[in-house]
T-cell receptor, first 113, second 117 residues
Framework: AQSVTQPDIHITVSEGASLELRCNYS??????LFWYVQSPGQGLQLLLK??????LVQGIKGFEAEFKRSQSSFNLRKPSVHWSDAAEYFC???????????FGGGTRVLVKP | GAVVSQHPSRVICKSGTSVKIECRSL??????MFWYRQFPKKSLMLMAT?????????EQGVEKDKFLINHASLTLSTLTVTSAHPEDSSFYIC?????????????FGNGTRLTVT
């Protein structure tokens, strides 16, 4: 069955430090992959997406993600976090010909001053 | 860019009443929209796929008669929670695929927080 897994439920990082959020997927073929951010009480905002091509994807707010087929991973990174990056982050995947977006469990990011 | 508007953002209702949530694609036509529910401290769960002009496709375990979905036009899908109970209190989010078909990402509304008292 298709699945997306985020191993870390929550991560605490100091402001200015780097951040990496893990995402692993399990699909028969390479899926389309997404990272979304959800601020408290808000809806979801798309950070970036990967369909094909360059495996390093740049997104909004200074985020990037790297698709690694050999590791079935699509980890999200940011070199230097800001207090406003405190939120919950969701990795999601969808089969290339499908409509059902499968979400990981989310990773809550806390930013220390 | 493609925008999905969801209304209302918050609603409080009494147990036994029905609540309607609207999801609109503002600048594009969406033949397919999706409704999700977020349980506390958990990820989003797909409830149903809403297809314009036809019946919605519900995920396993979602009560069709409880969560009525109507996709009457290419820009509007509604979710009606009928005879709401406190356990229906949750965060509901809709999404629509942007113009460009499968090569465009899903665009999400800002969600509706439903509280049933």
């Amino acid at each position: 069955a298709q699945s997306v897994t985020q191993p870390d439920i929550h991560i605490t990082v100091s402001e200015g430090a780097s951040l990496e959020l893990r995402c692993n997927y399990s699909y028969g073929a390479t899926p389309y992959l997404f990272w979304y951010v959800q601020s408290p009480g808000q809806g979801l905002q798309l950070l970036l997406k990967y369909f094909s091509g360059d495996t390093l994807v740049q997104g909004i707010k200074g985020f990037e993600a790297e698709f690694k087929r050999s590791q079935s991973s699509f980890n999200l990174r940011k070199p230097s976090v800001h207090w406003s990056d405190a939120a919950e982050y969701f990795c999601a995947g969808i089969k290339a010909a499908g409509n059902k977006l499968t979400f990981g469990g989310g990773t809550r990011v806390l930013v220390k001053p | 860019g493609a925008v999905v508007s969801q209304h209302p953002s918050r609603v409080i209702c009494k147990s036994g009443t029905s609540v309607k949530i609207e999801c609109r694609s503002l600048d594009f036509q969406a033949t397919t929209m999706f409704w999700y529910r977020q349980f506390p401290k958990k990820s989003l769960m797909l409830m149903a796929t809403s297809n314009e002009g036809s019946k919605a496709t519900y995920e396993q375990g979602v009560e069709k008669d409880k969560f009525l979905i109507n996709h009457a036009s290419l820009t509007l899908s509604t979710l009606t929670v009928t005879s709401a109970h406190p356990e229906d209190s949750s965060f509901y989010i809709c999404s629509a695929r942007g113009p460009g078909g499968m090569n465009s990402p899903l665009h999400f509304g800002n969600g509706t927080r439903l509280t049933v008292t």
